[in-house]
C-alpha cells in the first residue's frame, strides 16, 4: 500500500521504510490459474466472499504465521482491529497494485530512500520476489536498498518475540538515521 500511494502520488513520504511489504502472493495454486480465477470471481457477485485462505492458521497460536510471541499474538487476535480474510475482489485489487509496483516506468519515479525488513520465516507474502523488486527499482533509479532478513522471524515483525522484534526495530531506527 505505501509503495503504491507513493508511485501514485497519493502518498508523498520523504523515504519508506517496510516490513515484510506485500510484493508478492503465496497462492494455493499455480499464480496463472490464481490470477485469472482472480479476476473472473472478482467481477461477479462471488468477488465479495472470503477466499478462506489463511483463516485457520490465524486462529491458533500454534502453527500460526505470524509471530512466535504468544502474548502479541493474543492481542492482535483479540485486539479491536480484526485482520479479515481476503476477498476474491481484494486479491485481484492486490494483483493489480502489484502490477504497478514492479512497472518499470512507475520504479523510475519512486526516488526516495526505500528499506525493507522481513523474516526468514516469512509464509504470508512471497519474500522470493524482494530480490527482483529490489534490483528492479535499483536499476531504474539508481538509488540503493536497504535490505535485511532477520533470521527465525515470521510475517508480524512489529508483533513478534522480542529477539526477532528488537532486530526490526533496530533495523528501522538505523534506517531513519540515515
Not at 500500500?1 to 508511485?7: E, L, R
Not at 502474548?71 to 485481484?92: L, S
Amino acid at each position: 500500500i505505501a509503495v503504491y500511494g507513493t508511485i501514485k502520488h497519493i502518498l508523498h513520504p520523504k523515504a519508506l521504510i517496510l516490513c515484510s511489504p506485500l510484493f508478492g502472493l503465496l497462492t494455493p495454486m499455480p499464480l496463472v490459474a490464481a490470477r485469472l480465477l482472480a479476476k473472473v470471481l472478482a467481477t461477479t457477485p462471488l468477488g465479495n466472499l472470503a477466499t478462506g485462505t489463511g483463516a485457520d492458521r490465524r486462529a491458533a497460536f500454534k502453527g500460526n504465521p505470524l509471530t512466535q510471541s504468544k502474548e502479541r499474538f493474543a492481542a492482535m487476535v483479540n485486539g479491536p482491529y480484526k485482520t479479515p480474510t481476503p476477498t476474491f475482489a481484494w486479491i485481484q485489487a492486490t494483483f493489480n497494485a502489484i502490477a504497478v509496483i514492479s512497472n518499470k516506468k512507475y520504479l523510475k519515479g519512486l526516488k526516495i530512500p526505500v528499506s525493507i525488513v522481513v523474516g526468514e520465516k516469512e509464509s504470508v507474502v512471497d519474500r522470493r520476489v524482494y530480490g527482483t523488486w529490489i534490483s528492479r527499482w535499483q536499476k531504474q533509479t539508481g538509488l540503493k536498498a536497504k535490505f535485511k532478513i532477520i533470521p527465525g522471524a515470521q510475517h508480524e515483525l512489529l508483533n513478534e518475540a522480542d529477539r526477532y522484534r528488537n532486530k526490526a526495530i533496530t533495523f528501522i531506527n538505523q534506517a531513519i538515521k540515515k
